[in-house]
């Protein structure tokens, strides 16, 4: 991750710890425990649009896109103020994330967000 730039060395107070945790297939998946993190964060208000509302949205449609990211989340520049805060610490040394991070509270609403976006514009709903 530090030769991808995904991560880079830290100088951070805060400090979240490393897990690995099993995969299926046995090899293992690193994971930060962002939960103290997490606890203190505000959350997002970000509306998820409801599934049945976008399965309407295509019964005009005649074209249908997918697309898919890999590490979808990595895909997302963390802001230079808030990257210290994703810092983790390993066995060699502190770290902290130049991208966003799987396990903080808002990554989901963020990338949400971004991705309707991409796919034709926010969601802006008006008083009727």
């Not at 099993?22 to 997002?44: A, E, H």
Request: proline fraction near 6%.
């Amino acid at each position: 991750m530090l030769d991808q730039g995904i991560i880079s060395p830290s100088a951070s107070p805060w400090t979240s710890s490393v897990i690995l945790a099993p995969k299926k297939d046995g090899s293992l998946r690193f994971c930060v425990d962002y939960r103290k993190l997490n606890s203190v964060t505000i959350p997002d208000a970000y509306q998820f649009s409801r599934i049945d509302d976008t399965l309407d949205s295509f019964q005009e449609a005649k074209f249908v896109s997918t697309f898919d990211l890999r590490s979808g989340y990595w895909q997302v520049e963390m802001n230079n103020d808030s990257r210290e805060k994703t810092a983790f610490v390993t066995h060699k040394d502190l770290f902290e994330f130049n991208v966003m991070p799987f396990g903080l509270m808002n990554t989901p609403a963020t990338f949400q967000g971004l991705m309707d976006v991409v796919k034709g514009g926010p969601k802006v709903s008006t008083p009727a």
